[in-house]
């Protein structure tokens, strides 16, 4: 679907923030072998879609009636933007691996393990994931930085990301043990921790704390509904249009109630997610939610 002038805005701030943060923290000249590996950061960095950053700030803009022009490179919501970009790319780099999903392909190109080597992939991943930590490090208010640490690092660890993979490979070996709610808690961890993280940070930026309950919901609607988009774009999609690997055989939720009950789970959870942004009352809310569902890659 076509990108409004205001999403394309968005991803372009972050990108070249994190563009510029590089530069900066890369800038010392270093041995051949580490000014070679500055080249893999990059190319590491590069390819995400940011919807995670672009979700966080949009947040901090619609409820701090903030426009993006007063948004500054050195600014604390930049600053968790980068974190959060920094973190995901960790999250995918590993997720890539032969000894994990084994794909040779994102966005059209190599993965790093692909063009780089194993060693290169683990250790940028490994960077990648401190650096997150070392970024939000730099926020100025040290409660707010705390927070917000503790925030990821949940999202990350062994109630996020980490468990939710564990759980994901446990259960391609056993998937008869498998159910939609076993399948539900596995995706809130291993994808909907993060969009947590990213909607949450800004509360924790702003001291707004007044609908956290709709925020709370809000995470795990979306993130739930991304994961299952990817269920189907695993079965429906091609690499020309998602820009990866794609297995042509049923997954997850598509294994289990088959496509087209699927797609209504899809409708029915993306109408979830439209009822709470109303409730937020930002229309580019709205329209990530319809990202989501119609997105191709």
Not at 95 to 114: F, I, S
Not at 124 to 134: K, Q, R, S, W
Not at 199 to 224: H, M, Q, R
Request: aromatic share 12%; glycine share 4%; with cysteine.
């Amino acid at each position: 679907m076509a990108l409004p002038n205001w999403y394309n805005e968005y991803k372009n701030l972050i990108e070249s923030s994190i563009d510029t943060y590089l530069t900066r923290y890369l800038a010392l000249p270093m041995s051949k072998p580490l000014e070679d590996f500055k080249e893999v950061i990059s190319y590491g960095f590069s390819w995400w879609k940011k919807l995670r950053s672009i979700l966080a700030l949009e947040f901090y803009l619609s409820l701090s009636w903030k426009d993006i022009s007063d948004i500054k490179i050195d600014d604390d919501i930049i600053k968790v933007c980068i974190a959060l970009e920094s973190v995901h790319a960790f999250s995918l780099l590993h997720d890539d691996l032969p000894c994990m999903d084994n794909d040779e392909l994102r966005r059209w190109e190599l993965t790093v393990w692909k063009k780089y080597g194993e060693h290169n992939w683990v250790l940028a991943g490994d960077m990648l994931n401190t650096l997150c930590f070392e970024i939000i490090s730099d926020i100025k208010d040290p409660k707010m930085s705390q927070s917000i640490s503790k925030l990821i690092s949940h999202s990350v660890g062994f109630y996020g990301m980490v468990g939710g993979q564990i759980e994901d490979i446990y259960f391609e070996n056993n998937i008869w043990e498998l159910d939609t709610t076993l399948l539900s808690d596995l995706h809130a961890k291993k994808t909907g921790k993060l969009i947590q993280a990213a909607i949450l940070s800004w509360v924790i930026l702003s001291w707004e704390v007044a609908n956290i309950d709709v925020y709370w919901d809000f995470w795990k609607k979306l993130g739930l509904a991304f994961q299952i988009k990817d269920d189907l774009l695993d079965v429906e999609g091609t690499p020309e249009e998602t820009g990866k690997s794609v297995w042509g055989e049923e997954k997850w939720f598509v294994y289990l109630i088959w496509v087209d009950a699927t797609r209504k789970i899809l409708r029915d959870v993306i109408s979830e997610c439209h009822s709470i942004a109303k409730k937020l009352g930002s229309e580019k809310i709205d329209f990530i939610v319809d990202y989501v569902e119609n997105r191709k890659k």
